[in-house]
């Protein structure tokens, strides 16, 4: 009886037990729930999807693929190259995406092979086939876009990063340069301009996104008809009051590289089945653009001014702004100057080569947009993204790129001025 252990002590020994004994259940528990998570995930992101091989024979697959304007993204395989995981566990939730006009199709593609015309994938689009894996981007009949290596590292940011880079493009077009980059910038390419006279509703939104979708290798750009004028414009219908909410104000341009440009006017109803059927004739050259004698410009549209404002208080107006922007470049100026003077004499001097070349691009960025301003297009003749243009049309009869011939052919179309 003397051995035995006080009550209090084998309380505290039982206490103690049943504290172990519901740590271990709760951590069953917690391992139980990562395994549980663990085993979603890989439900979710560790299915294949089954993406299939795309042999170069298989030619009108491939033209849908390189030029077609859907998005495709697709891995490189061969001799030693297999199938990226990532790429595989992100291919199913790609074809799945429920945003509208978002899903994106996967492939893979022998890409050291030779198409019909004698050149490699690689050789064809210029990408490195030292690269492994290679996955690539091709949508809105864009060259196709290297994915990084980072964006491989889990499926769920390759899917946010194509899905991004994927999007329907439509181009808001408020500024004369932010006209350039939409229709002047893409030589040979169509541009689909929409002259709304209020903001889109919902329902021609939604008509423009399902045309924009079914033809994603032609630029859609909506004007902003209060800050922009387009020289078209003149061409186009003359506005009816009655039935503007169905007949909105379309027009097509072209141009091409030799600066000549060709237009024509939309004069349909604003509705999808329409619209489709008018573009799907321009793109068969069944109907024929009108040749322009110069390219469409696009201008700042002039305010017009205020009736009960007299000169005097509209040359008081211009001399406030004209002191406000002399004040804040002064005060710019100072804080320049004093930040410098903290500086040691080699940081200085780079920091000042580094000001002055900044102040030369911002000079250079304003004649340009001055020059846009006062309606010249000099500022949008910009070479074509894609350097190998040149070449396009002479890859061979059945070879993939038969479809550039045939848009070389389109090219050709247009006789008269635009109405």
């Not at 740590?23 to 979603?40: D, N, R, T």
Request: proline share 5%.
């Amino acid at each position: 009886m003397a051995n035995k252990r006080p009550t209090s002590v084998r309380n505290a020994a039982e206490a103690q037990k049943r504290r172990n004994s519901a740590m271990l259940k709760l951590a069953g528990i917690a391992a139980a729930v990562v395994a549980a998570l663990a085993f979603l995930l890989q439900l979710n992101f560790g299915m294949t999807g089954g993406v299939g091989t795309i042999g170069l024979n298989e030619t009108e697959t491939l033209k849908d693929i390189f030029f077609g304007g859907s998005p495709w993204l697709i891995q490189c395989i061969g001799p030693g190259i297999s199938l990226d995981s990532t790429f595989a566990a992100a291919a199913p939730h790609l074809a799945a995406n429920k945003e509208p006009y978002s899903v994106v199709k996967t492939a893979a593609i022998p890409c050291g092979d030779k198409l019909p015309s004698g050149k490699t994938v690689y050789e064809r689009f210029k990408l490195n086939p030292q690269t492994n894996p290679l996955v690539a981007l091709f949508a809105n009949g864009e060259k196709p876009q290297v994915v990084s290596r980072d964006a491989l590292e889990m499926p769920a940011t390759l899917v946010k990063r194509v899905s991004e880079a994927s999007k329907l493009r439509l181009f808001d077009v408020s500024t004369p340069s932010s006209f350039g980059r939409a229709c002047l910038s893409k030589m040979n390419k169509l541009c689909v301009m929409v002259f709304p006279y209020t903001p889109l509703s919902a329902e021609h939104n939604a008509t423009l996104r399902a045309v924009a979708s079914a033809y994603r290798t032609i630029q859609f750009a909506v004007i902003n008809i209060d800050n922009v004028e387009i020289s078209l414009e003149r061409s186009l219908p003359a506005r009816d009051e009655t039935e503007q909410d169905t007949h909105l104000r379309v027009a097509v341009s072209r141009v091409f590289p030799d600066n000549s440009a060709q237009a024509l006017a939309y004069r349909g109803p604003f509705a999808e089945a329409e619209l489709k059927a008018w573009l799907a004739e321009l793109a068969s050259s069944e109907t024929e653009l009108n040749m322009l004698s110069k390219k469409p410009s696009a201008s700042r549209r002039r305010r017009a001014r205020d009736p009960n404002e007299d000169e005097a208080t509209r040359q008081e107006r211009r001399r406030r702004r004209k002191a406000e922007r002399k004040a804040a470049e002064d005060a710019l100026r100072a804080a320049t100057e004093e930040a410098l003077r903290t500086l040691s004499p080699e940081e200085r001097v780079a920091r000042e080569a580094e000001l002055r070349a900044r102040q030369v691009e911002w000079e250079r960025k304003r004649r340009e947009q001055m020059q846009a301003e006062e309606g010249s297009s000099s500022i949008f003749d910009y070479d074509d993204d894609d350097e190998d243009d040149e070449d396009e049309g002479d890859e061979g009869e059945e070879a993939v790129e038969e479809v550039r011939e045939e848009e070389s052919a389109d090219v050709e179309s247009g006789e008269d001025e635009a109405e």
